[in-house]
């Protein structure tokens, strides 16, 4: 597994009953997590004064419930970089913690790679790695199919003062693009992806991870420069292990290079446990 201590802004405070209290920065939230299974040591809501609650609905969705007055959105820090965070549906809240620790690892291979990095984030949401990667020097091409998402992106890179930096920002079906990327001749030399467990892209195309991952990765890999540095898939589909990204990156990625898998997790303050949050498999190319 790994896990990023470096949060100051962020921390899970407790969880339990399926539900994660959660700090950010001066905003305390309870939110669903499909993966606490166990009862808590107290009630959540007895800990510590809570500001929103996302709960869901019977009949599937859900809705937030308010305690205090929030603004509606506020920024949070890690490291150097910033991050606009607000209540959206679906329990979001624009941004995954427990991706710091890709965050920390994509930057150190980037600025060790001692070569210009170009990076293509797939399913790139509201740029977390768009923003880490283009801190530590890469050009980007941040790609997602909803508007708003892109729009998001753009305006974490403000926050963090990165706007001169070099990013293309598209708002596409990222299978399109990728072929479109691939007739252009156009090479990245790492490539991230964060699929939906089932979505649809800006003109309805479906995405089903279990019968698109596969065939998805094995696209990408034309767009792989001859010298690849990452390739890295994230998942939050609950069942999905890590060992399978594992397997479809080394049965589809087809170059000389190391991968791994693990679990994505963040530590809680009052149980001293970790939260099992995603999995992530790694490809990195031959230095």
């Not at 150190?108 to 210009?116: C, G, S, V």
């Not at 699929?195 to 991952?213: M, T």
């Not at 065939?215 to 990452?230: A, G, H």
Request: some cysteine; proline content about 5%.
């Amino acid at each position: 597994m790994k896990i990023n201590n470096e949060w100051k802004d962020y921390t899970v405070i407790a969880t339990g009953d399926g539900e994660k209290l959660e700090r950010w920065k001066d905003c305390v939230l309870i939110r669903p997590d499909p993966q606490v299974i166990w009862h808590p040591a107290r009630p959540l809501d007895s800990i510590t004064k809570v500001d929103a609650r996302y709960l869901r609905s019977d009949t599937g969705g859900g809705h937030w419930e308010y305690y205090s007055r929030l603004p509606e959105s506020w920024k949070v820090s890690w490291r150097n970089l910033t991050f606009s965070v607000k209540p959206m549906g679906f329990k979001h809240t624009g941004l995954f913690p427990e991706q710091a620790a890709n965050w920390a690892m994509m930057i150190d291979l980037i600025k060790n790679a001692n070569r210009p990095i170009s990076v293509l984030n797939l399913f790139a949401y509201t740029g977390g790695a768009t923003v880490a990667c283009a801190s530590a020097g890469a050009s980007v091409c941040h790609v997602d199919s909803a508007r708003n998402m892109v729009e998001r992106a753009k305006e974490n890179m403000a926050l963090s003062n990165l706007s001169h930096c070099p990013v293309r920002y598209i708002v596409d079906d990222c299978r399109k693009f990728v072929k479109r990327e691939i007739n252009r001749g156009r090479k990245y030399d790492a490539i991230i992806m964060d699929p939906p467990s089932y979505g649809r892209g800006a003109n309805g195309e479906v995405w089903k991870i279990e019968e698109d991952i596969a065939d998805f990765v094995t696209l990408c890999k034309d767009v792989l420069s001859d010298q690849p540095l990452f390739v890295l898939i994230n998942s939050y589909t609950t069942g999905l292990q890590p060992a399978v990204l594992k397997n479809i990156l080394n049965r589809c990625i087809g170059r000389k290079g190391e991968t791994q898998a693990y679990e994505v997790c963040l530590p809680t303050e009052e149980e001293g446990i970790v939260l099992p949050c995603g999995a992530s498999g790694l490809f990195t190319g031959v230095k």
